[in-house]
């Protein structure tokens, strides 16, 4: 099949070999700004609540997703980075799938008071142990190193 031929049977799904380019731009928003700004200058993050549904977000947001009602400058605060681990892999290979000189674990850390979570670098002695539900806290790049991104968290380590 070419990518020029018309799908006609929608029991058999399409499908060609190639190489495709994907440029994009992801820009971080007005919330994203705001919170990689604080990142920069802080050791702590921001989250924003719902006055309706009373959710918190981490990352903060502008707008509830569940309910659509604007968040207000006022209902955004500072809270610590710290978290518990909800779940963890081990990675072996990077991202073009060349294997690492040690291997990371990575986990999905539900940030303290909040309903959001972020991924991060966790630092252990013992990779192969079961992390799931202890306690961690951000560590960060020093504050003349930091960019303003994600990547200024070096990792989470073990509170
Ligand atoms: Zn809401």
Redesign the pocket.
Do not use: P, Q, R, W
């Given at each position: 099949m070419t990518f020029y031929e018309k799908q006609t049977d929608p029991s058999s799904p399409m499908h060609w070999l190639g190489d495709m380019q994907a440029d994009y731009l992801y820009p971080n928003g007005k919330a994203g700004d705001k919170l990689f700004k604080h990142i920069k200058e802080n050791d702590t993050f921001l989250a924003s609540k719902?006055?309706?549904?009373?959710?918190i977000f981490f990352p903060p947001r502008l707008y509830?997703?569940?309910?659509?009602?604007e968040i207000l400058e006022k209902d955004w605060f500072e809270i610590p980075s710290t978290g518990k681990i909800r779940l963890h892999t081990i990675v072996t290979i990077n991202t073009y799938g060349e294997k690492l000189n040690e291997p990371k674990m990575i986990a999905l850390i539900d940030i303290d008071n909040t309903d959001g979570a972020l991924l991060g670098i966790i630092k252990t002695d013992n990779i192969d142990e079961n992390l799931i539900g202890r306690k961690v806290e951000a560590v960060f790049k020093s504050k003349n190193q930091r960019e303003g991104t994600l990547k200024d968290i070096l990792y989470f380590k073990m509170r």
């Open positions: 719902c006055i309706n549904c009373s959710k509830c997703e569940d309910c659509f009602v």
